[in-house]
């Protein structure tokens, strides 16, 4: 396959308009109230399909200015969200068949105009054991196909047949033609409904085509796209309704959404349905885009929906409760659309299979393949490797691995040497010093660093406060320090009795203008700070105590760490590093010390922790992706009982799974970084992103332990740590993450209320 222009390749823009045009579409040719009716209609099948085909959509697949399969997600997403089984997956397939294989038949026009509505199979090409057998004798098919959907409506069969000259072959056979003859069709229910059926073939003529074995690969590959996609949709027209009932359901006098519980449970399905939309479509751009790896991403989809969308399913009607156990009701339908999809194709089994392969048996390789952040972030996050291959390699390196994990957390050296490149301050406009990119590059560099394992740098967010909210004085004075690596910011913002409540902190700062002189008087206590050596510390504190509401009377400042009244006592983290309370006793700083207008630091606060939060869990799971390669590497050397434990089916398993919950991670990081890209970050994109990623941290580890059992618990510096201890230290510090920055119990109360618009 080769790579299309990207200017003759649809927009987001234009999918967007196609989605608008295939949901009026079907409101009017395939009504909701009726739909599981229609769907045991065969000439209502065929209506839908021929509205649908009369939009165009019979011709996806057929080439760049028909659109692709990321035109074909958007149809298929709203086919599920209106339980419509119209033929538009098995249209786009034999329209893929044809132009992968350069090929036109003779009866591709009939698809495409929507006189023949189309049935697609692979038999036992499909990936499911159980899916059938056909054999090709004399130019006529035998044997039994299953599990074919809506099969009494498709008036044709295009079937995935062992070929002779060829690794296979497309049959295209008349099913109406062969009825009652060499074509029997045969009801098998499923879920306690219709849909399903058997198809024997007993000698059905067929016109035959050429398949190669890719051909044949990347037709499965879409197909399972399209099924996930599918899903995805019926999943989401579900929580749609879900979200909808709890704000009207009342209990105990209140909406049922005001519930923790409910907003909560609610907060994890829109998590679990972003991450497997944002995966299986980041698949189709690949696709679209000819990257020669795309069918990795396909894999990593379709094993993170069989386990997320059957459990969003579970979850949505355990909050609609009773009302979405009625089959009146939409909910049961799109159960049963989301169970079935998500196993075609062998489903997770098959998946995380194609995933351990090429992360187990890859000799020298299985790495992840790197993020396409687009040609300008591609080509930086080169240009940064290219760099720590110069400076960070050999004997500093292998120096700086030899020291403890608190040791390592910061190199200063190392962080002057960065500070030459300009990097530090890389998203930093170009009048203060900065290079003018955006967030795609900001996030080719964390990849780099991490991937190279070198140490952090910089202060990102604490620099963007100083961007948005400093004075003209305060970034002339503090960011080109920071940009040369030679300064680091700490946050001063966790109290004993403030965490996540930042609105309840109690650290005072009084005007004061006296015999103890001029400025600002800050009193009060920090805790569970990281950054307490750092040159700055910016610190919340109380300017307003009578203010209302309390988050109204909140100030912010820049406090040099070695002014007088500041008492630092460490405490050793469960991670291995260190955190500090940190005491301020009558701290008195000057009056440019304030960042931003007075009292209004909740807003210079909380739109840090916005970008905070995205980029924070883009990092972790950056980090988990590094350990997870090293980790495969280990198991393709190691050895259990004798065997390699590469080959061990639960190892592989594990594996699989841990690819594509890291995958859907990384796009959650990339739909944040589009958002800041276009000049803003949803508050609870981000707290998606630092949700699944702190919990993914939590999983990795749980798994990784798992596979290596006792040896896994090993650490740093005892002998035969696995990794010198990194897995088993980085579950002791995944506990930081999904308490830091806000509790994740927090940012689901966020994503329910201000992404999900669930009452407060």
Same mark, same amino acid.
């Given at each position: 396959?080769?790579?299309?222009?990207?200017?003759?390749?649809?927009t987001?823009?234009?999918?967007?308009?196609?989605?608008?045009?295939i949901?009026?579409?079907?409101?009017?040719?395939?009504?909701?109230?009726?739909a599981?009716?229609?769907?045991?209609?065969?000439?209502?099948?065929?209506?839908a399909?021929?509205?649908?085909?009369?939009?165009?959509? =019979?011709?996806?697949?057929? !080439? /760049?200015? %028909?659109?692709?399969?990321?035109?074909? *997600?958007? &149809?298929?997403?709203? $086919? #599920?969200?209106?339980?419509c089984?119209a033929?538009?997956?098995?249209?786009?397939?034999?329209?893929?068949a044809?132009?992968?294989?350069?090929g036109?038949?003779?009866?591709?026009?009939?698809?495409?105009?929507?006189?023949?509505?189309?049935?697609?199979?692979?038999?036992?090409?499909?990936?499911?054991?159980?899916?059938?057998?056909?054999?090709?004798?004399?130019?006529?098919?035998?044997?039994?196909?299953?599990?074919?959907?809506?099969?009494?409506?498709?008036?044709?069969?295009?079937?995935?047949?062992?070929?002779?000259?060829?690794?296979?072959?497309?049959?295209?056979?008349?099913?109406?033609?062969?009825?009652?003859?060499?074509?029997?069709?045969?009801?098998t229910?499923?879920?306690?409904?219709?849909?399903?059926?058997?198809?024997?073939l007993?000698g =059905?003529?067929?016109?035959? !085509? /050429?398949? %190669?074995?890719?051909?044949?690969?990347? *037709?499965? &590959?879409?197909?399972? $796209? #399209?099924h996930?996609?599918r899903?995805?949709?019926?999943?989401?027209?579900?929580?749609?309704?879900?979200?909808?009932?709890?704000?009207?359901?009342?209990?105990?006098?209140?909406?049922?959404?005001?519930?923790?519980a409910?907003?909560?449970k609610?907060a994890?399905?829109?998590?679990?349905?972003?991450?497997?939309?944002?995966?299986a479509?980041?698949?189709?751009?690949?696709?679209?885009?000819?990257?020669?790896?795309?069918?990795?991403?396909?894999?990593?989809?379709?094993?993170?929906?069989?386990?997320?969308?059957?459990?969003?399913?579970?979850?949505?009607?355990?909050?609609?409760?009773a009302?979405?156990?009625s089959?009146?009701?939409?909910?049961?339908?799109?159960?049963?659309?989301?169970?079935?999809?998500?196993?075609?194709?062998?489903?997770?089994?098959?998946?995380h299979?194609?995933?351990?392969?090429?992360?187990?048996?890859?000799?020298?390789?299985g790495?992840?393949?790197?993020?396409?952040l687009?040609?300008?972030?591609n080509?930086?996050?080169a240009?940064?490797?290219?760099?720590?291959a110069?400076h960070?390699t050999?004997?500093?390196?292998?120096?700086?691995?030899?020291?403890?994990?608190?040791?390592?957390?910061?190199?200063r050296?190392?962080?002057?040497?960065?500070?030459?490149?300009?990097?530090?301050?890389?998203m930093?406009?170009?009048?203060?010093?900065?290079?003018?990119?955006?967030?795609?590059?900001?996030?080719?560099?964390?990849?780099?660093?991490?991937?190279?394992?070198?140490?952090r740098?910089?202060?990102l967010?604490?620099?963007?406060?100083?961007?948005?909210h400093?004075?003209?004085?305060?970034?002339?004075?503090l960011?080109?320090?920071?940009r040369?690596?030679?300064?680091?910011?700490?946050?001063?913002?966790?109290?004993?009795?403030?965490?996540?409540?930042?609105?309840?902190?109690?650290?005072?700062?009084?005007?004061?203008?006296?015999?103890?002189?001029?400025?600002?008087?800050?009193?009060?206590?920090?805790?569970?700070?990281?950054?307490?050596?750092?040159?700055?510390?910016l610190?919340?504190?109380r300017?307003?105590?009578?203010?209302?509401?309390?988050?109204?009377?909140?100030?912010?400042?820049?406090?040099?760490m070695?002014?007088?009244?500041?008492?630092?006592?460490?405490?050793?983290?469960m991670?291995?590093?260190t955190?500090?309370n940190v005491?301020?006793?009558?701290?008195?700083?000057?009056?440019?010390?304030?960042?931003?207008?007075?009292?209004?630091?909740?807003?210079?606060?909380?739109?840090?922790?916005?970008?905070?939060r995205?980029?924070?869990?883009?990092?972790?799971?950056?980090?988990?992706?590094?350990?997870?390669?090293?980790?495969?590497?280990?198991?393709?050397?190691a050895?259990?009982d004798g065997?390699?434990?590469?080959?061990?089916?639960?190892?592989?398993?594990?594996?699989g799974?841990?690819?594509?919950?890291?995958e859907?991670?990384?796009?959650?990081?990339?739909?944040?970084a589009?958002?800041?890209?276009?000049?803003?970050?949803?508050?609870?994109?981000?707290?998606?992103?630092?949700?699944?990623?702190?919990?993914?941290?939590?999983?990795?580890?749980?798994?990784?332990?798992?596979?290596?059992?006792?040896q896994?618990?090993?650490?740093?510096?005892?002998?035969?740590?696995?990794?010198?201890?990194?897995?088993?230290?980085?579950?002791?510090?995944?506990?930081?993450?999904?308490i830091?920055?806000?509790?994740?119990?927090?940012?689901?109360?966020?994503?329910?209320?201000?992404?999900?618009?669930?009452p407060?």
């Amino acid at each position: 396959m080769t790579a299309e222009p990207a200017a003759q390749l649809p927009t987001d823009e234009d999918r967007e308009l196609l989605r608008g045009s295939i949901r009026g579409t079907l409101e009017h040719a395939w009504p909701a109230a009726g739909a599981v009716e229609a769907a045991a209609d065969p000439a209502l099948v065929r209506g839908a399909w021929q509205a649908l085909a009369d939009l165009g959509l =019979a011709a996806l697949c057929s !080439g /760049p200015a %028909a659109g692709g399969v990321q035109e074909l *997600l958007v &149809a298929m997403e709203e $086919l #599920g969200r209106a339980a419509c089984p119209a033929a538009v997956l098995p249209a786009a397939l034999v329209n893929l068949a044809s132009a992968l294989e350069h090929g036109e038949p003779a009866w591709l026009d009939a698809v495409r105009t929507g006189q023949a509505c189309p049935a697609f199979h692979f038999a036992q090409f499909d990936g499911d054991r159980d899916a059938g057998t056909v054999q090709l004798r004399d130019g006529r098919v035998h044997g039994e196909i299953r599990y074919v959907e809506a099969a009494d409506a498709p008036t044709h069969l295009a079937l995935v047949v062992p070929g002779e000259a060829s690794a296979a072959q497309l049959a295209w056979i008349d099913l109406q033609a062969c009825a009652g003859s060499t074509a029997t069709i045969e009801a098998t229910p499923a879920l306690g409904a219709p849909g399903l059926f058997r198809v024997r073939l007993a000698g =059905a003529p067929a016109t035959l !085509g /050429p398949l %190669a074995a890719d051909t044949v690969a990347t *037709l499965r &590959a879409v197909s399972r $796209l #399209g099924h996930v996609a599918r899903a995805s949709g019926a999943a989401a027209r579900a929580f749609e309704l879900a979200t909808a009932w709890a704000c009207e359901r009342r209990q105990f006098g209140q909406p049922i959404g005001r519930f923790q519980a409910v907003q909560h449970k609610l907060a994890d399905i829109h998590i679990a349905l972003s991450g497997v939309q944002l995966t299986a479509r980041h698949a189709a751009l690949q696709h679209d885009r000819g990257a020669p790896g795309w069918r990795l991403f396909s894999a990593a989809a379709a094993a993170l929906a069989a386990d997320a969308l059957r459990t969003a399913s579970l979850q949505t009607h355990h909050a609609l409760g009773a009302i979405g156990y009625s089959e009146e009701h939409e909910a049961p339908r799109h159960f049963r659309r989301v169970h079935a999809d998500v196993l075609r194709h062998g489903g997770a089994r098959t998946a995380h299979a194609e995933l351990a392969a090429h992360y187990l048996d890859t000799d020298g390789g299985g790495r992840l393949p790197p993020s396409d952040l687009g040609p300008a972030a591609n080509a930086f996050r080169a240009e940064v490797e290219a760099w720590l291959a110069e400076h960070w390699t050999g004997t500093r390196q292998a120096a700086h691995e030899r020291l403890t994990y608190q040791q390592r957390e910061y190199d200063r050296d190392f962080a002057r040497a960065l500070g030459r490149t300009g990097w530090i301050g890389l998203m930093w406009p170009e009048r203060h010093g900065g290079q003018g990119r955006g967030a795609h590059e900001q996030l080719a560099y964390i990849e780099a660093m991490e991937r190279a394992d070198a140490p952090r740098t910089g202060a990102l967010v604490q620099a963007a406060m100083i961007l948005l909210h400093g004075t003209p004085e305060q970034q002339a004075r503090l960011l080109p320090e920071i940009r040369r690596g030679e300064a680091i910011h700490g946050m001063g913002y966790s109290e004993p009795d403030a965490g996540s409540d930042l609105a309840s902190l109690r650290t005072r700062a009084e005007r004061v203008h006296d015999a103890r002189g001029s400025g600002w008087l800050i009193n009060g206590q920090k805790i569970w700070t990281t950054t307490y050596w750092g040159e700055y510390m910016l610190l919340a504190a109380r300017t307003d105590p009578d203010a209302k509401p309390p988050h109204a009377g909140i100030s912010m400042f820049v406090v040099p760490m070695k002014t007088p009244g500041i008492t630092i006592r460490t405490s050793r983290t469960m991670y291995g590093g260190t955190f500090a309370n940190v005491f301020y006793d009558d701290v008195l700083v000057d009056d440019d010390a304030l960042l931003g207008p007075l009292h209004g630091g909740w807003t210079v606060l909380t739109s840090a922790l916005a970008t905070e939060r995205g980029f924070i869990g883009g990092g972790i799971v950056m980090k988990v992706a590094r350990s997870f390669e090293l980790l495969c590497a280990h198991l393709r050397e190691a050895l259990l009982d004798g065997r390699p434990m590469a080959q061990d089916p639960v190892v592989r398993e594990r594996i699989g799974a841990l690819a594509a919950q890291i995958e859907a991670g990384r796009q959650l990081m990339l739909h944040c970084a589009a958002g800041v890209q276009g000049g803003q970050t949803p508050a609870h994109d981000a707290a998606a992103s630092k949700v699944y990623s702190g919990e993914l941290m939590e999983r990795y580890g749980e798994a990784a332990l798992e596979i290596l059992g006792m040896q896994g618990l090993l650490g740093e510096g005892s002998p035969g740590a696995v990794l010198k201890g990194r897995i088993e230290q980085q579950l002791r510090h995944a506990l930081m993450w999904v308490i830091s920055i806000g509790t994740n119990e927090i940012q689901r109360s966020l994503i329910a209320q201000r992404g999900l618009g669930l009452p407060r």
